[in-house]
């Protein structure tokens, strides 16, 4: 298996533009989460999908952010406008099952830079 | 903010077995331990998770108090290529602090 797959691994943009991230999971897996990661802040959960059913979007910042999962081997998460301090490496990852006691399987990650 | 504190950093030698403590002491009944670890430019990869009961995978031990509050992972043979950032949680949200900085050294 190719592991998660995550694209574009670099996007520069500049503030206001829309930015769209692409998440393929591994194939068979049924939960889907999508992280952003700082420096300031470290890892953050923004979003989880089960059954590409949205379980918990309590992290998402705020309305600028959304993410969808349309079938169970695709997510985008889209940053509208977008904004400096949404800079960060967004990284997806994806488990067989949720909630505890799973082992989650990370991306390699969207370096994202907002100027 | 993380609920678990780990010491800034370690080093190891290579071969030699290296201890990583973490105390998680607010940990509940049903929370489970989780490692994982982060080398430079790559997304966290998982190591191991308990709930009660001492782990072992063909990664590392994890070694859990008998009242939770602290967890020790052990690698038992590190290499160079252990030298990672190590995180401990008890959300499954996997909400990292800081971690552990850890260089082995040849």
């Known amino acids: 298996d190719a592991g998660v797959i995550q694209s574009p691994r670099h996007e520069v943009t500049e503030m206001g533009q829309e930015v769209t991230l692409r998440c393929k999971p591994i194939?068979?897996?049924?939960?889907l989460f999508w992280y952003r990661q700082t420096m300031m802040r470290g890892l953050e959960l923004l979003i989880y999908?089960?059954?590409?059913?949205?379980?918990?979007d309590s992290g998402m910042p705020e309305d600028r952010f959304s993410a969808k999962m349309p079938n169970a081997s695709f997510s985008t998460l889209k940053i509208q406008p977008s904004e400096p301090r949404d800079s960060a490496v967004y990284f997806c990852?994806?488990?067989?099952?949720?909630?505890?006691?799973?082992?989650?399987?990370f991306g390699p990650g969207t370096r994202l830079t907002v100027l | 903010d993380a609920k678990t504190t780990q010491p800034t950093s370690m080093d190891c030698a290579e071969g030699r077995a290296a201890n990583l403590p973490c105390n998680h002491s607010?940990?509940?009944?049903?929370?489970?331990v989780y490692w994982y670890r982060q080398i430079h430019s790559q997304g966290p990869q998982y190591i191991i998770h308990g709930l009660k009961n001492n782990e072992t995978n063909e990664m590392a031990s994890l070694i859990i108090t008998e009242d939770r509050k602290s967890s020790t992972l052990i690698l038992p043979h590190a290499t160079l290529r252990d030298t990672a950032v190590y995180y401990c949680t008890d959300d499954y949200k996997l909400s990292f602090g800081a971690g552990t900085t850890v260089t082995v050294r040849a």
């Open positions: 607010t940990i509940s009944g049903n929370e489970y």
């Open positions: 999908f089960n059954n590409n059913v949205p379980i918990d």
């Open positions: 990852a994806s488990s067989l099952g949720s909630g505890r006691a799973v082992e989650q399987f």
């Open positions: 194939s068979g897996h049924n939960s």
